[in-house]
C-alpha cells in the first residue's frame, strides 16, 4: 500500500503561480508512474499531467500545457506540479495519483485544495 501525501494547495490571484508537490514515505514510489487529477465543483475529476518512473516520458492535458510542468526528485520521493498564470477555470482540489505504470495508477491520495480568484 502507499500512502500518497499532496500539499502546496492555496489561494493565489489569476496570473499567480503554485507548485504541489505529492509525496510517499515507501521506496517503491519511486519506480511509479505518478499523475496529478482534478475535480472542480459540479464536474468530474479529470486529468492534468503525468511523469513516468524515469522522468523520460510526460503527458499534460491540452487545458495546462505551457502552463503546468510536472517534475519528480526521487531522492526526496517527491513529485512536483508547478502551475504558472493560473486561472481561475484551475480551480479544484488536486489529487495525486501513483501505479506501476502510466496505465495503470492505482493509488489515490486525499487531496489538496486550489483556488484561483479572479
Known amino acids: 500500500q502507499v500512502q500518497l501525501v499532496e500539499s502546496g494547495g492555496g489561494l493565489v490571484q489569476a496570473g499567480g503561480s503554485l507548485r504541489l508537490s505529492c509525496t510517499a514515505s515507501?521506496?517503491?514510489?519511486?519506480?511509479?508512474?505518478v499523475g496529478w487529477f482534478r475535480q472542480a465543483p459540479g464536474k468530474e475529476r479529470e486529468f492534468v499531467a503525468a511523469?513516468?518512473?524515469?522522468?523520460?516520458?510526460?503527458n499534460y492535458a491540452d487545458s495546462v500545457k505551457g502552463r503546468f510542468t510536472i517534475s519528480r526528485d526521487n531522492a526526496k520521493n517527491t513529485v512536483y506540479l508547478q502551475m504558472n498564470s493560473l486561472k481561475p477555470e484551475d480551480t479544484a482540489v488536486y489529487y495525486c495519483?501513483?501505479?506501476?505504470?502510466?496505465?495503470?495508477?492505482?493509488?489515490w491520495g486525499k487531496g489538496t485544495l486550489v483556488t484561483v480568484s479572479s
Open positions: 515507501e521506496r517503491t514510489f519511486t519506480t511509479y508512474a
Open positions: 511523469i513516468s518512473w524515469s522522468r523520460s516520458n510526460t
Open positions: 495519483r501513483a501505479g506501476p505504470s502510466m496505465n495503470i495508477m492505482n493509488y
